[in-house]
């Protein structure tokens, strides 16, 4: 079993910046993708960035690149996403994800393990 917690959510005003964290339970995540995705009210959970605990590959939705920055640190079994460039449109619930595997998917049911979630609110 895997256990994902985030945190770092918090109010920020348009333009500012924010940083997510997401510390893993598990020891070793060599094998894994990690991912972020985001649910705005009414909305469906959306993917946002991944990345290979192994290699460090990332990617990133059409909507946060070049904004957006994903990376990790083994020694920690932590992931996190710097946000810069803050929009009142990235307002979400934002989530961590993990999948086992090497290759990164956008959907939310490739993703086996989930955080509970941490608020980010862009006011303009």
């Known amino acids: 079993q895997v256990q994902l917690v985030e945190s770092g959510g918090g109010l920020v005003q348009a333009g500012g910046s924010l940083r997510l964290s997401c510390a893993a339970s598990?020891?070793?995540?060599?094998?894994?993708?990690m991912g972020w995705f985001r649910q705005a009210p009414g909305k469906e959970r959306e993917f946002v960035a991944a990345?290979?605990?192994?290699?460090?590959?990332?990617y990133y939705s059409d909507s946060v690149k070049a904004r957006f920055t994903i990376s990790r640190d083994n020694a920690k079994n932590t992931i996190y996403m710097q946000m810069n460039s803050l929009k009142p449109e990235d307002t979400a619930v934002y989530y961590c994800?993990?999948?086992?595997?090497?290759?990164?998917?956008?959907?939310?049911?490739?993703?086996?393990?989930w955080g509970q979630g941490t608020q980010v609110t862009v006011s303009s």
């Open positions: 994800a993990a999948r086992s595997g090497t290759t990164y998917y956008t959907r939310v049911e490739n993703y086996d393990y």
């Open positions: 598990r020891r070793t995540f060599s094998s894994y993708v």
């Open positions: 990345i290979t605990w192994s290699g460090g590959r990332t």
